[in-house]
C-alpha cells in the first residue's frame, strides 16, 4: 500500500491552549509543536522511529474528546483545539513522572546519565517533589551483553526507543522486550552483543541512564564536558567532540541547546556509526608522533627539531629540477591541506605530479573516479535535503561496511522520506536490501553490462514494452520520474569502475534531467580533493584544461603552473617505483598504510631517495621515510572537510596540539616558506579564503559554515507503521527476492573454472590507520571471513563457519559465510581484515580457495574475548 | 423469570446449566439441524445484502464492548486492494467468564459458519481463530470441525459450489490475557509481542498485516450464523429492543448452581442469581457481584434489579462486558477481594504503557499491605488517587480494567478498607483463602 | 572632658579584673562550634567504605572551582567506596577554599563535610592542595549502616 504523504507547504490553524498556530497539514502533532517551539514532555517518541504511544507523557487535551489524547499518535488537522496546560494535564504528566520514578533507583550520583537525564528533567518540570510510595523498588540482576554498551536494567523506563532503533534503523531485529507486565525488561537475543555498526546510538537515544557507554563509563560527568562541534578525520559525519581537560572523552551526534546548556540531543535524526563513536577515541593514544623525526647518518630515525628538519626537506626539495618531486595527499586531508599542497607542488615547486587517489588499485580506476566526481559536480545537498520518488543503488551496497555513515544516510533518506530503493550490486546487503522494491544480483564484471541494457531500452523511451527481458521490474523502477543514481567507485579498489562509470553516465542520460548522479566512495574526503585542486588534472578553480580556469587559478596559486600531464596516485606510485622522482612527500597517507598493492608502495617508496611523511601515528611507511613530522590530530586543527554530496564540513579545534606536533596546514606552509613561498597565514581561515576565492565564492568563510547541518527530517504523519518492524509490505516481495533475480540471470555462470571473482572492500571497522588507535575499536573488529554464494558453497563443498585459505590473497585462514544475496562466481571478504595482497591492480582478482585448518583454539579464544 | 421461563437455548443446546458436557457436535448432527444453511442462504445474497441484514439485526457484539457487529463490518473497505481478514476471537481470558469454550468444545460448526459469513459478507478470504493455549480440547475439536469441513468443501475453493474462497486456521495464543484485546490479538499473530496498538488506525482500516481486519467475539458469530439462517424478525423477538438476542451468562462464585445460562437479553441480575443459579450459598447474605466479568465495576444489593442487557448497567457505571457474573457473599473480603484481581492485573499487564504497568504493580504491592495489615493511613486515598492517574491514560483498556473494580468498591466500602488499617490485619475469617 | 576621662578610665578598671577572653593559642585551643566550617574530612560507612561516590557535585556547585575530582569504577572484590565508583583523585584548593560550605550542602551522600581543623600553614603553595587521603576519616571512624557494596553479575 502506497502511504500518502501529506504536502508539509499547506499551513492549517490549530488552536494551542487558546493561541492560534499555523502548524503543516498531515504533520505528527507532537513534533509540528516541537517545531514551533512548543514543548511538550516526551519519551518514547522520537522523529526517526516509529511512533510507540507507550510513555503516556504527551498526552493533550483535545476539545470534544472525552479523554486525553498522546499527541504523538495524530496529526495535524484544520481547526484541531488542543490544550497542553490544563490542570488535567498537569495531572496526567505528574501521575506519569510518578509512575516512571516509582521503580527507579536513586542513584543519579552515580548514574553516567545524571545530568544531561531526561528523566531528571521532567521531574523537575513537571514531577511531583515528593514520593508517595514506601514500597521496595523493583531490581533486576545487572547483565553485560555488549562492549560498549553497558546496560543498567533497574533504571529503564521501557519507552522501547533502543528496541525501535535496533529494528528500524539497524535493521537487525536484536534487542527486544523480555518478561511481561511489571517486570517487563530490555535485553538483546540470546544475551548476545548489540550487533550493527550504528548500535552505539542507542546511548544517545535512552533518555535515562540505562544504557551508557563504557569506554566514557565513570570518565566524567556531563557537565565538566566542553563540546566541539566539528567533523572526524577518518569518517563521515557532524559530530560533537566532548573533551575535558584537553582529552577526548567521546563523541555523539551534534548536541543540542536547551536551558542554556548543551546536552545530547535524543531527538536528532542524525546518527552516527559505531565507527565516529568509538573509533575517534585514539586522540590520547600514546604511539603519537610528538616530535619531527629525521633519518641519521646511521640511518636510523632520531628525533629532531623543526627547524633543521624543514631545513632538510627544503634542501632536497629545492634541489628537484622541475617534475622530480612527487606529492600524495591522503584523502582524508581537510580542503585547505589539498589546497596548500597543490600550491606547493605546483606553484613553489613546479612539479605537475599531485593527486589524492591513493585508494584506487589502478591508474584508470582513479581516472574513473575523476571522471565520476567530475560528472556529479555543481549538484549540492544531493543526500538528505532533497526528495526523490526513486533511489538507484549501484555497486555501493558495500558502503555499509566501508562506510557506514554514507551508507546509514542513503538508507535513512529512503526510510524517511518513503524513497523507492532499487538495487545493482553484486552483494545485496539485506540492511539495504529489506527496504529495496527491487534488487538485481548480477557479477561485477556485468554491472556495467546491465546498465547499458538498461540505458539501451530507456534511449528506445519509457515504455514498459521496451523494457529488455527479464528486466520487467528495474525498468518499471528507473522509469520513475526524478531520482538519484547512487554509484559506488571503489568496490574492489574501482576495479570495474572504468567500465562502470560510462555506463553509468549513459543511463544518466537516458534516465532524464530529474535524474542526479551522486558518486560515492568511502575516501573520506574525496569531493574535497577535486575541488581544492589537489588531483592530477584539477585545480581549485575548476578543471586545469581549461586556459581560463588554468589563468585564474595561476593567480590564486600566486605562480604560473606546469602544464604537463600528470597520472593519477596509481600512476604516480607506479613512476616512483621506477625511480623517476628524487622526493617523494606522503600527506597523511593513511590508505596506503592497509592498501592491498603494499608492494608497490614499498617499490616506490624504496626507490626514491627521500621520502617525507606528515603523520600521527608511526606505521610502516613512516619508519621508511626519511623525515617524518607530525601531525594534527581532528580534534586539534582547524579547516574543513568536504561531504560525499558536496556540503563543506567545519573541523574546529578543540584543544591544542599536544607535544611538539603542529596542525597539517602549518607544516605544510612552513616548508613553503622555506622553499622561497611569500605567503604565511596566521589561521586556516586565510586559507579556506583562498579556496573560497578561487571556487567564485569569496562570501563563504570558515566561519561561516554551519555547522548546524541537519538529519534527515521528520517524516509527515503518525507513522506508526513506518518502521520495518510493523510495516511488513515494505520488505522485499517474495517474488523480488535477489534468489529469483539469480536464478533469472544464472546462465552467465556456465563455462566458469574453478577461479571466484575476488570482489573486496575496505572495512571501516578493519585496521585502519587512524581507527584501530581507538582501544575500543578491537571490541567492534569483524573477523576474518569471506562470503560466498549458495551454489558456489555447494559447489565447492563448504558451509557456514568452514575454514577457507584465499590463495595469492593471504596468509591466514578466513571463515565462509554463505550468502545467499550473493552473485555466483563471487568471493567477497574485506581486504584490510584479510590482509590481501594484490600483485597489480588490473582488473578484479580471481582467487582459488582452499580449504584451511582452523587456528588454534586458543587464538580463537583470545579474539572472542577481545570482542566481549 | 416470567418471560424467559420458556426460553430454547439455541446457540448452546444441550449445554444450559453444565459446565461441560464433553460431546462435541458433529458435522452430520449440525447439518442435520439446518447447519449451514445460513451460510448457503448468505453465499445466494452476496455480500453487500448479508451486510445489510445484519447490520439490521443489530448483533451487538459480546466480546464485552457491545458494539454492533453490522456497524464494524461496514468499516471495512468493499474493495479489494488488500487482502482482508476476519479473526476470531477464542481467547476467553476474562476472570469468571466460561462460555465460549463450552461453545468451542461442543458446537464448532457453528463458530466456522459464522466466521465464513463474516468473511463473505466482508471480502476476506481468510479467517484466523485465535483460540487461548489452555483451551486443548476446544482446540481439538475445533480442528476436527475445521477437517471435516474442508473435506465436505465448507472450507476452501469454491465454497458449496459458489465462487467464494475461505481458509480457516487455528492460531494458538501463548497464555497472555492481554491478547483478548483485539489489536493485541493482531500482534500476536503477526508474530509479535502480544502489544496493543494505539489506535487510530483502527483494525478496520489496518489490522492483521496492515490490511481491514474484522476481529470479532466467537458468540458474535454463532449468533450472525443463528440470525442467517433463522431470519432478522426472529432474533429481533428476543432480549430487549435496543439489545435483541440472546446471551450465555456465565455465573460462578458463591451461587448454589454456578454454571453457563443462555437466556434472552433482559434478564435481570436478581433473576440471574437467585432464579437460575439458585441463590447464594449455604444461606449467606449476597454482598457484591461482577456482572461481566472482573473487568467491570460490581453491582451491590441496592442494584441487583438492573436489565442485564447491554445499556441497562450503565446507569451504575456497569457494563455487561463478557456476561462472566462472579456473585460474592457477605464472607468476602474486599481488600482481599481486590488484592486477588490486581495479582491478575498485575500479571497480565503487558507492560507496554507507563500507567497500566507501573500503577497495577503499585497497586498490587499496597492492596498486599493492606491485606497484610501492614497498611498505613492515606493508603485508600492513594488507592482512588493511582486508579484516577490509570483510567482513561493508558493504550488499550486493561487500565481501565484494573481499576474498574476499585473506584466503585472503596466509596461504598471506605470502612472495610479502613479497618484494615486500623486493626493492623484482616477482619475477615478466611483460613482457606491465605493469598501470596 | 575630664568625666569622659574619667569614664574612659572607669571601662579599663572594670575589664582588669574580668577573665580575658583570649586564649594562649598555641598552647590552648578554643572549642568549635559543631557548625564550624574548618578543613573538608571525608566520611566512611561504619564498615569502613568511602561515602564518596564521585558524582562531582561538590566540584560542580564549588563557587571558586576549588574542588577537582576523577572518578575509578570500584572493584567489586576489593571496594574503596559504597557505589559502583568512587574518587580515584579528590583534591581541594586549600587556598582557592572560600570556605562557603556549599560542598557539605550538595553533596548527596553524606561524603564531604567541613572539619574543626583550622590550622593549615605550609611553606609551600603546593602543598596547600589537599588529597583525598588527608581528609579521609580513619576507617574505623565510620558511621551509618555498612552498606554491602552489590556485587554485579552477568545474568
Request: charged share 25%; glycine share 10%.
Amino acid at each position: 500500500m502506497t502511504m500518502k504523504i501529506p504536502d508539509p507547504s499547506v499551513l492549517v490553524t490549530v488552536t494551542v491552549n487558546g493561541r492560534g498556530l499555523m502548524l503543516p497539514k498531515g504533520k505528527n502533532l507532537l513534533q509540528a509543536l516541537l517545531d514551533v517551539g512548543h514543548y511538550v514532555p516526551h519519551y518514547c517518541y522520537q522523529p526517526a522511529l516509529s511512533v510507540a504511544g507507550n510513555c503516556r507523557l504527551c498526552l493533550v487535551e483535545i476539545e470534544g474528546r472525552p479523554k486525553p489524547e498522546i499527541s504523538c499518535n495524530m496529526v495535524v488537522t484544520d481547526g484541531l483545539k488542543i490544550r497542553t496546560d490544563s490542570e488535567l494535564i498537569d495531572d496526567c504528566r505528574k501521575g506519569m513522572m510518578e509512575f516512571l520514578l516509582m521503580n527507579h533507583p536513586l542513584d543519579c550520583p552515580i548514574c553516567d546519565r545524571g545530568g544531561e537525564c531526561m528523566l531528571q528533567r521532567y521531574s523537575m518540570e513537571y514531577g511531583w517533589g515528593t514520593a508517595r510510595t514506601v514500597d521496595a523498588r523493583r531490581r533486576f540482576v545487572k547483565p553485560q551483553f555488549d562492549p560498549l554498551i553497558d546496560i543498567e536494567r533497574n533504571r529503564c523506563i521501557m519507552c522501547t526507543r533502543c528496541v525501535r532503533f535496533c529494528d528500524e534503523v539497524g535493521n537487525d531485529h536484536v534487542m527486544g522486550v523480555f518478561g511481561h507486565g511489571s517486570r517487563n525488561y530490555i535485553g538483546t537475543f540470546g544475551n548476545g552483543p548489540v550487533s550493527n555498526p550504528f548500535s552505539g546510538n542507542v546511548i544517545d537515544l535512552c533518555p535515562v541512564g540505562c544504557l551508557t557507554s563504557k569506554p566514557f563509563r565513570f570518565e566524567a560527568r556531563p557537565w565538566e564536558l566542553r563540546q566541539t562541534l566539528t567533523t572526524p578525520r577518518h569518517a563521515n559525519g557532524i559530530v560533537t567532540a566532548w573533551t575535558r581537560g584537553g582529552r577526548l572523552l567521546r563523541v555523539t551526534p551534534p548536541a543540542r541547546r536547551r536551558h542554556g546548556l548543551y546536552t545530547i540531543d535524543e531527538d536528532t535524526t542524525r546518527f552516527i556509526s559505531n565507527e565516529v563513536r568509538f573509533g575517534s577515541l585514539y586522540t590520547d593514544n600514546e604511539d603519537r608522533l610528538l616530535e619531527p623525526l629525521a633519518r641519521g647518518k646511521d640511518g636510523k630515525l632520531v628525533k629532531s627539531e623543526w627547524e633543521p628538519a624543514l631545513d632538510r626537506a627544503a634542501e632536497a626539495l629545492k634541489a628537484c629540477k622541475p617534475g622530480e618531486a612527487c606529492f600524495i595527499a591522503g584523502e582524508r586531508s581537510t580542503n585547505e591541506e589539498f589546497y596548500l599542497l597543490g600550491r606547493l607542488a605546483r606553484a613553489v615547486c613546479h612539479t605537475p605530479y599531485i593527486d589524492w587517489r591513493g585508494r584506487f588499485v589502478s591508474e584508470s580506476a582513479a581516472q574513473a573516479a575523476g571522471v565520476a566526481l567530475s560528472a556529479s559536480d555543481g549538484d549540492f545537498d544531493l543526500l538528505d535535503k532533497k526528495a526523490y520518488q526513486a533511489m538507484l543503488i549501484v555497486a555501493a551496497g558495500d558502503l555499509y561496511e566501508s562506510a557506514p555513515d554514507i551508507s546509514l544516510r542513503l538508507r535513512e533518506g529512503a526510510r524517511l522520506k518513503r524513497t523507492r530503493l532499487g538495487l545493482i550490486d553484486s552483494r545485496v546487503n539485506p540492511w539495504l536490501g529489506d527496504l529495496a522494491e527491487t534488487a538485481w544480483l548480477e557479477q561485477p564484471e556485468k554491472i556495467a553490462a546491465t546498465l547499458i541494457a538498461l540505458a539501451e531500452a530507456l534511449e528506445k523511451g519509457k515504455d514498459p514494452a521496451n523494457a529488455p527481458q527479464g528486466m520487467e521490474k528495474l525498468f518499471k523502477f528507473v522509469t520513475a520520474e526524478h531520482g538519484l543514481l547512487v554509484l559506488g567507485l571503489d568496490s574492489a579498489g574501482g576495479a570495474i569502475a572504468p567500465e562502470l562509470v560510462p555506463a553509468a553516465l549513459r543511463i544518466l542520460r537516458a534516465l532524464g534531467v530529474g535524474w542526479h548522479f551522486l558518486p560515492v566512495t568511502a575516501a573520506r574526503n574525496a569531493k574535497g580533493g577535486f575541488v581544492a585542486g589537489a588531483q592530477s588534472d584539477r585545480v581549485p578553480t575548476g578543471r586545469m584544461i581549461d586556459p581560463e580556469l588554468r589563468v585564474k587559478a595561476d593567480e590564486i596559486y600566486g605562480s604560473a603552473i606546469p602544464a604537463d600531464p600528470s597520472p593519477a596516485a596509481p600512476g604516480l606510485l607506479e613512476m616512483a617505483a621506477q625511480g623517476k622522482f628524487k622526493v617523494l612527500v606522503l600527506h597523511r597517507c593513511d590508505e596506503l598504510v592497509h592498501h592491498p598493492r603494499r608492494e608497490l608502495i614499498e617499490k616506490a617508496i624504496a626507490a626514491t631517495p627521500m621520502v617525507i611523511a606528515i603523520d600521527v601515528f608511526p606505521s610502516w611507511i613512516t619508519e621508511r621515510a626519511a623525515i617524518v613530522f607530525p601531525g594534527s590530530m581532528f580534534m586539534e586543527c582547524d579547516g574543513s572537510m568536504t561531504d560525499i554530496d558536496g556540503t563543506l564540513q567545519r573541523m574546529s579545534k578543540g584543544c591544542r596540539v599536544p607535544g611538539n606536533a603542529q596542525e597539517e596546514w602549518r607544516i605544510i606552509e612552513l616548508l613553503g616558506l622555506k622553499l622561497g613561498d611569500t605567503r604565511r597565514s596566521k589561521r586556516a581561515h586565510e586559507i579556506f579564503a583562498d579556496l573560497a576565492r578561487a571556487w567564485g565564492r569569496p562570501d563563504v568563510t570558515l566561519d561561516s559554515i554551519t555547522l548546524k547541518q541537519p538529519g534527515p527530517e521528520a517524516p509527515q504523519g503518525t507513522h506508526n507503521y513506518f518502521g520495518v518492524i510493523k510495516r511488513p509490505d515494505f520488505k522485499l516481495h517474495s517474488s523480488e527476492r535477489p534468489e529469483l533475480a539469480i536464478a533469472a540471470n544464472s546462465n552467465a555462470t556456465s563455462g566458469r573454472s574453478d577461479l571466484l571473482t575476488l570482489w573486496w572492500i575496505q572495512h571501516s571497522q578493519g585496521p585502519d590507520h587512524l581507527g584501530s588507535r581507538s582501544s575500543q575499536f578491537d571490541a567492534l573488529r569483524p573477523r576474518p571471513r569471506v562470503e560466498l554464494s549458495t551454489a558456489d558453497a555447494a559447489r565447492l563443498g563448504l558451509k557456514n563457519n568452514d575454514w577457507v585459505l584465499l590463495e595469492g590473497g593471504s596468509e591466514q585462514p578466513s571463515q565462509v559465510l554463505v550468502n545467499p544475496t550473493l552473485a555466483e562466481g563471487v568471493v567477497y571478504g574485506a581486504a584490510n581484515v584479510l590482509g590481501l595482497r594484490l600483485a597489480d591492480g588490473a582488473g578484479l582478482p580471481h582467487v582459488n580457495l582452499m580449504p584451511a585448518d582452523a587456528p588454534a583454539a586458543e587464538i580463537l579464544e583470545q579474539e572472542a574475548t577481545a570482542r566481549r | 423469570m416470567a418471560a424467559t421461563n420458556n426460553y430454547e437455548p439455541i446457540l448452546s443446546a444441550g449445554v444450559t446449566g453444565t459446565v461441560y458436557s464433553g460431546r462435541s457436535e458433529s458435522l452430520a448432527d449440525y447439518r442435520a439441524k439446518g447447519g449451514y444453511d445460513g451460510l448457503k442462504r448468505a453465499l445466494e445474497m452476496g455480500p453487500d445484502k448479508v451486510l445489510d441484514l445484519i447490520k439490521e439485526a443489530n448483533i451487538r457484539g459480546r466480546g464485552g464492548a457491545g458494539f454492533p457487529a453490522g456497524v464494524k463490518w461496514g468499516f471495512i473497505p468493499r474493495n479489494r486492494e488488500r487482502p482482508h481478514y476476519v479473526c476470531v476471537n477464542a481467547d476467553e481470558s476474562e476472570p469468571g467468564t466460561f462460555s465460549n469454550r463450552s461453545l468451542l468444545e461442543q458446537r464448532p460448526h457453528l463458530l466456522i459458519e459464522g466466521a465464513l459469513i463474516a468473511a463473505f459478507a466482508t471480502l476476506s478470504e481468510s479467517v484466523y481463530v485465535y483460540i487461548r493455549k489452555e483451551y486443548y480440547e476446544a482446540t481439538r475439536q475445533m480442528q476436527r470441525a475445521i477437517d471435516d469441513a474442508r473435506a465436505a468443501g465448507l472450507i476452501g475453493k469454491g465454497i458449496l459450489g459458489s465462487d467464494f474462497n475461505c481458509e480457516v486456521a487455528i492460531h494458538l495464543g501463548a497464555g497472555a490475557y492481554i491478547c483478548g484485546e483485539e489489536t493485541a490479538l493482531i500482534e500476536s499473530i503477526e508474530g509479535k509481542r502480544g502489544y496493543p496498538r494505539n489506535r487510530p488506525p483502527f483494525p478496520a482500516i489496518q489490522g492483521l498485516y496492515m490490511s481491514p481486519t474484522v476481529v470479532n467475539n466467537i458468540e458474535t458469530l454463532a449468533i450472525a450464523a443463528e440470525v442467517m439462517r433463522r431470519g432478522v424478525e426472529w432474533f429481533k423477538g428476543i432480549g430487549t429492543e435496543k439489545s435483541p438476542g440472546m446471551t450465555v451468562y456465565s455465573i460462578s462464585g458463591h451461587v448454589n448452581r454456578p454454571g453457563n445460562y443462555e437466556l434472552p437479553l433482559g434478564v435481570t441480575m436478581r433473576e440471574l442469581i437467585y432464579d437460575y443459579a439458585g441463590g447464594i450459598r449455604d444461606g449467606n447474605k449476597f454482598k457484591a457481584v461482577f456482572p461481566g466479568g472482573s473487568s467491570v465495576p460490581m453491582l451491590f444489593e441496592d442494584e441487583l434489579d438492573v436489565v442485564m442487557d447491554f445499556d441497562s448497567p450503565r446507569k451504575y457505571n456497569t457494563f455487561l462486558g463478557s456476561t462472566g457474573i462472579i456473585v460474592m457473599d457477605e464472607t468476602v473480603c474486599f481488600v482481599w477481594a481486590s488484592l486477588n484481581l490486581m495479582h491478575f492485573y498485575w500479571d497480565e499487564s503487558c507492560g507496554q504503557c507507563t500507567p497500566c504497568r507501573e500503577g497495577t504493580n503499585w497497586m498490587y504491592k499496597i492492596l498486599k499491605r493492606l491485606e497484610a495489615g501492614q497498611g498505613v493511613n492515606g493508603d485508600v486515598e492513594l488507592l482512588e488517587d493511582i486508579c484516577g492517574n490509570i483510567t482513561s491514560r493508558s493504550i488499550c483498556a486493561l487500565g481501565e480494567f484494573a481499576t474498574g473494580s476499585l473506584v466503585r468498591t472503596i466509596p461504598r466500602f471506605r470502612a472495610e478498607f479502613q479497618a484494615h488499617i486500623d486493626q493492623g490485619r484482616c477482619p475477615f475469617e478466611k483460613g482457606y483463602m491465605r493469598f501470596g | 572632658m575630664l568625666i569622659d576621662f574619667i569614664k574612659g578610665l572607669a571601662v579599663t578598671f572594670k575589664h582588669i579584673w574580668k577573665k580575658p577572653v583570649t586564649f594562649n593559642y598555641p598552647e590552648v585551643k578554643r572549642p568549635q562550634p559543631a557548625f564550624y566550617r574548618g578543613r573538608h574530612r571525608l566520611q566512611r560507612y561504619s564498615n569502613g567504605l568511602e561515602r564518596c561516590v564521585a558524582c562531582a557535585l561538590c566540584a560542580a556547585v564549588c563557587p571558586p572551582e576549588a574542588i577537582y575530582l576523577e572518578a575509578e569504577e570500584n572493584d567489586p572484590k576489593r571496594p574503596v567506596g559504597a557505589g559502583e565508583r568512587y574518587a580515584r583523585l579528590y583534591q581541594i584548593h586549600q587556598i582557592r577554599c572560600i570556605w562557603c560550605g556549599f560542598c557539605e550542602e550538595a553533596c548527596p551522600e553524606d561524603a564531604i563535610v567541613m572539619g574543626p581543623i583550622f590550622e593549615m600553614a605550609n611553606y609551600k603553595r603546593s602543598d596547600f592542595v589537599c588529597n583525598k587521603e588527608q581528609m579521609l576519616d580513619a576507617p574505623d571512624k565510620g558511621f551509618g549502616e555498612p552498606i554491602v557494596l552489590k556485587v554485579n553479575q552477568p545474568l
